[in-house]
C-alpha cells in the first residue's frame, strides 16, 4: 500500500512541475496573452486582445492588401515614416483581424510636465496634427486635449478624427513622462478605442 501511494505523489509532483514550468495545457494561454502586451523601456503597457507586436516590413505588406482604404492606407505609411524619421527605438503593435488598427511607442523627449506645460504640448500637437490633415486632405476635427497623473507617470493626451469621405478614423497621441524618461504613443483605430485605461494602468520600473 505504501508503494502505491508513493507511486501516486511521484506521478502528481511530475505532472505538477510540468504544469507551472509551461508543459501543461497553460501554456498557449499565456503565450498567447503575452502578445499584446508592450514592454518598452521599463514601462508595461496592456492593449486588448488580439493586437501583436510586428515589424514595419510586415505592416507595409498588411496595407498593400487593403483595397476599400487608399486614403487611410497612404496616411498609415506616412505616420510609420515619421515615426521612423525620428531615428528612436519604436514599436509597432497591429490588431490582427484589421492592420487599420495599431499602436506606434517610441522614445521621446522628456518632458517635466505640469497643468501649464501640458496645455503647450497640447496646442503644439493639435497645431501640427491639423497642417498634416491639409497636407493630407482630410478632415481633421479634435475631440479632447487632457492631463492626468498615474501613480509614476504624468500623462498628456490629444484625441481627435481624421475624416476622407464617408471614412473616418479615431486617433490619439500620449506624451507620457515617466521614471525611465520620456516616451509617445500614435494610437489609430476605426472603432473609437483610444486605450486610455490601459495607460492609466502603465506599469513603470
Given at each position: 500500500m505504501k508503494k502505491i501511494l508513493l507511486l501516486l505523489l511521484t506521478?502528481?509532483?511530475?505532472?505538477?512541475?510540468?504544469?507551472?514550468?509551461?508543459?501543461?495545457?497553460?501554456?498557449?494561454?499565456?503565450?498567447?496573452?503575452?502578445?499584446?502586451?508592450?514592454?518598452?523601456?521599463?514601462?508595461?503597457?496592456?492593449?486588448?486582445?488580439?493586437?501583436?507586436?510586428?515589424?514595419?516590413?510586415e505592416f507595409k505588406a498588411r496595407l498593400d492588401s487593403l483595397e476599400d482604404s487608399p486614403k487611410f492606407k497612404k496616411i498609415a505609411l506616412e505616420e510609420l515614416k515619421k515615426i521612423e524619421n525620428k531615428n528612436v527605438d519604436f514599436q509597432l503593435f497591429v490588431d490582427e483581424r484589421n492592420v487599420e488598427n495599431?499602436?506606434?511607442?517610441?522614445?521621446?523627449?522628456?518632458?517635466?510636465?505640469?497643468?501649464?506645460?501640458?496645455a503647450t504640448v497640447v496646442e503644439?500637437?493639435?497645431?501640427?496634427?491639423?497642417?498634416?490633415?491639409?497636407?493630407?486632405?482630410?478632415?481633421?476635427k479634435r475631440i479632447h486635449g487632457r492631463f492626468f497623473f498615474t501613480p509614476t507617470s504624468k500623462i498628456v493626451k490629444l484625441k481627435y478624427l481624421k475624416g476622407y469621405k464617408m471614412e473616418k478614423k479615431?486617433?490619439?497621441?500620449?506624451?507620457?513622462?515617466?521614471?525611465?524618461?520620456?516616451?509617445?504613443?500614435?494610437?489609430?483605430?476605426?472603432?473609437?478605442?483610444?486605450?486610455?485605461?490601459?495607460?492609466?494602468?502603465?506599469?513603470?520600473?
Open positions: 506521478v502528481i509532483c511530475i505532472t505538477g512541475c510540468e504544469y507551472f514550468s509551461g508543459g501543461g495545457s497553460s501554456k498557449p494561454k499565456f503565450a498567447k496573452f503575452s502578445k499584446n502586451t508592450i514592454t518598452f523601456r521599463k514601462n508595461t503597457i496592456m492593449l486588448t486582445k488580439g493586437y501583436e507586436k510586428t515589424t514595419p516590413e495599431y499602436v506606434f511607442i517610441y522614445a521621446c523627449d522628456y518632458y517635466q510636465l505640469d497643468e501649464h506645460r501640458a503644439a500637437l493639435s497645431r501640427q496634427l491639423k497642417d498634416e490633415a491639409q497636407s493630407q486632405d482630410v478632415r481633421y479615431y486617433q490619439a497621441e500620449y506624451i507620457v513622462a515617466s521614471r525611465s524618461g520620456g516616451i509617445g504613443l500614435l494610437i489609430s483605430n476605426l472603432e473609437n478605442v483610444d486605450f486610455e485605461s490601459s495607460i492609466k494602468r502603465l506599469a513603470s520600473k
